[in-house]
C-alpha cells in the first residue's frame, strides 16, 4: 500500500477509533477530502494546506472508495451519537452522485431515533444534495422518498432543525413534481 492510502487508513481508523477530539480531527479531515473530491465544492487552499498532512493533500481516491468511506460515516453516526454530527457534515461535503442514496436510506432507518441535533445535521446533508437537482438525487428521492420524515421533522421543538426541513420538503416536493 502506498503512503497515501496508509495515510487514508489511518486517518480513517483514528475517526472510529481515537478519543474525542482526535475523533472529531479525524472527521473534519475526512470531509475535507471527501470536498476535494466533490467538483461541486469549490473550497479554501489554504485550509486544506492547513489541516490535511502532505500525503492525505495528494490522495485521490477512486469514487467505490469515497462510497466506502460514506457507508462508514453513516455506520459511526448509528453508533456514536456523540460524533453524528461529525460524521454528517463529512458526507455533506462528498460528490451528490455518492451521497444521495446512501443518505435517503440511513434518513429511512434512523430518522425517527434521531436527536434535533443530528437530524438538523443530516437536513443540511440532504438539503446540499438537493439544490443540485440532478438526475441521481431525483431517481434516488422517487426510490427513498423522505417526506415523511420532513414532515415530521418540521414540526420540531427545535426552530433551526424545524425550519431546515421546511426548505428541504420544499425542494423534495419540487423535485418530485408535486410542489
Request: proline share 3%.
Amino acid at each position: 500500500m502506498n503512503r497515501m492510502l496508509e495515510a487514508w487508513e489511518t486517518l480513517l481508523e483514528q475517526a472510529e477509533n481515537g478519543d474525542y477530539d482526535e475523533q472529531q480531527d479525524a472527521l473534519f479531515q475526512i470531509g475535507l477530502i471527501l470536498e476535494r473530491h466533490n467538483p461541486a465544492i469549490e473550497g479554501e487552499p489554504d485550509m486544506y494546506e492547513e489541516a490535511l498532512s502532505r500525503e492525505l493533500l495528494r490522495l485521490t481516491l477512486a469514487p467505490s472508495r469515497q462510497a466506502d468511506a460514506i457507508n462508514d460515516l453513516l455506520k459511526w453516526a448509528i453508533q456514536d451519537a456523540a460524533a453524528a454530527d461529525a460524521c454528517l457534515y463529512a458526507v455533506s461535503r462528498a460528490e451528490v452522485g455518492l451521497v444521495i442514496e446512501p443518505l435517503l436510506q440511513f434518513i429511512q432507518r434512523q430518522g425517527p431515533k434521531m436527536n434535533d441535533e443530528v437530524a438538523y445535521q443530516t437536513v443540511v446533508a440532504l438539503d446540499t444534495c438537493l439544490r443540485q437537482g440532478l438526475d441521481a438525487v431525483k431517481q434516488a428521492l422517487a426510490k427513498y422518498d423522505p417526506t415523511a420524515q420532513l414532515d415530521e421533522w418540521q414540526d420540531a421543538d427545535d426552530d433551526l432543525l424545524a425550519d431546515k426541513a421546511l426548505f428541504a420538503l420544499r425542494r423534495v416536493n419540487h423535485l418530485l413534481g408535486q410542489a
